[in-house]
């Protein structure tokens, strides 16, 4: 008895006099929080890894940080990041992202990769199991990634169940979602899909999909809807800018319909009109047919250098990470961002020689900056809204833990950013995109300081694993 009575005041906030002592005081910032509509100047006091406090007037805390003059909200949670290492996290940090997620290919082995990152690491993180990898696994007892004659043909009967299985297996040890790069595997039918859906449906699991590659109708979208509405599994379509392209419009059309009639269905975009992937995959198998001129607006990521048609042909024979050309307008793209149905997800790449898309480095501050501040595409709250509490309630039902992130509330996970709504931008470039946004600065992960006054700071690794719980199907 008396030990327990010893380990609860030892947890508790010290008691000044009167007046509660906290581990981390935020004030004088401007704080909004998406969930409950709250804008307006507060303290927050951090205890331990959570919120304990949110009120008018000052507290006292082991340190206190000033935010006069910034923004103070929930960390961003960004659904579609491949990058998943070290250096990629320490620049999530520095866009203000808290919580990091493979979710649209997602990974091969759930323990594994989770094991990887045990130990803490700068932001929270976790992934999908990925259907193109359990394919490939099932189709020819390996992994080669988005690549290969497996991932361009039907699987049998029995490569399905397989297939299945090895999903099942991912979402018994606790994965966040399924991901689905159907462009990358073509040779999966609709009916390969549903099944795979049934599987998701049976753990609450959403699909995040990337759509098949349809220009001249909208069947891509119409049959992961109905694999959606068959089975139950929710569904999240993913880089609409991209999937979309100039046809994003019409897309959105559809989405909003199937909401109306009763399909759990979201979707996401990021505010650039140039995509990023691999050399080597499927949706460039007609290369041969490009012009010259289309060779010239790629981009390859290591060296930053345009590519020509030799080069392409050198470059796909090796495999690697390109930047492909404009598809479509930045108005088309403005307009996804201001869209009420869509969040904000970056599709974040892994670095290639500390190189990669400058999407990695900046998405949430270029929609803050650019869209927000400068066109005025939308308002700052639902921007806030498309980068934490949308995409936590996406997740919440398979995952309770996001029920404690993306809020400013007592009892939330302590994912905090703090920037200036009047200088926040992204800087990078497609040729110079390692660039770390300007206004940033402080960002907390569960209650610690992993950037201060703009700085990453050293050692700090409070990032732990978003996962669900480890269950068979119900």
Not at 102 to 116: F, M, S
Request: aromatic share 6%; glycine share 10%.
């Amino acid at each position: 008895m008396r030990r327990s009575i010893l380990i609860l005041l030892l947890a508790a906030p010290l008691i000044v006099g009167c007046q509660t002592r906290y581990d981390l005081v935020i004030q004088n910032g401007r704080v909004i929080d998406p969930e409950s509509g709250l804008d307006g100047v507060r303290s927050i006091g951090v205890t331990g890894t959570r919120i304990a406090a949110v009120r008018e007037g000052s507290l006292a805390g082991k340190r206190v940080l000033d935010a006069a003059g910034h923004v103070v909200a929930p960390g961003f949670i960004d659904l579609h990041q491949h990058g998943q290492a070290p250096e990629n996290y320490a620049a999530h940090a520095r866009d203000g992202i808290t919580t990091s997620l493979e979710l649209e290919i997602g990974v091969e082995n759930i323990d594994a990769w989770y094991a990887e990152r045990a130990g803490g690491q700068i932001v929270n993180y976790g992934a999908s199991i990925s259907h193109p990898y359990s394919r490939q696994i099932a189709m020819t007892g390996s992994n080669p990634g988005l690549q290969g004659e497996a991932l361009a043909r039907p699987a049998t009967a029995e490569e399905i169940q397989r297939t299945a299985q090895l999903i099942a297996k991912g979402l018994d040890q606790g994965a966040v979602a399924v991901g689905f790069g159907v462009a990358y595997s073509p040779g999966a039918t609709k009916e390969e899909l549903i099944e795979m859906f049934k599987v998701a449906a049976g753990y609450h699991a959403s699909g995040h999909v990337h759509m098949r590659t349809t220009p001249n109708d909208f069947s891509n979208i119409e049959e992961v809807l109905e694999a959606s509405k068959k089975t139950g599994a929710p569904l999240h379509v993913v880089h609409l800018n991209s999937s979309g392209g100039e046809r994003a419009a019409r897309y959105l059309e559809i989405i909003a319909q199937a909401q109306k009639d009763g399909i759990d269905v979201t979707t996401e975009c990021y505010p650039y009109n140039r995509g990023s992937t691999l050399i080597q995959s499927h949706p460039y198998d007609n290369w041969e047919t490009f012009t010259d001129d289309q060779f010239q607006n790629f981009i390859w990521v290591e060296t930053g250098e345009t590519l020509t048609r030799a080069s392409f042909a050198r470059y796909r024979q090796t495999g690697g990470t390109i930047i492909s050309p404009p598809t479509y307008s930045m108005e088309t793209v403005k307009m996804l961002i201001a869209s009420p149905l869509t969040m904000i997800a970056s599709d974040g790449m892994w670095l290639v020689n500390g190189r990669a898309h400058p999407r990695s480095f900046g998405t949430f501050s270029r929609v803050l900056g650019h869209y927000v501040r400068e066109e005025k595409a939308l308002s700052l709250a639902d921007a806030l809204a498309k980068m934490t509490i949308r995409p936590a309630k996406r997740l919440e039902r398979r995952v309770p833990m996001m029920q404690n992130k993306g809020r400013i509330r007592v009892g939330a996970d302590a994912d905090i950013v703090v920037f200036n709504p009047g200088t926040i931008i992204d800087r990078g470039t497609y040729e110079n995109p390692v660039q770390a946004p300007d206004g940033i600065k402080y960002v907390l992960v569960n209650g610690a300081v992993a950037l201060d006054d703009g700085k990453l700071v050293d050692g700090v690794k409070a990032g732990t694993p978003v996962r669900a719980p480890n269950r068979p199907a119900r």
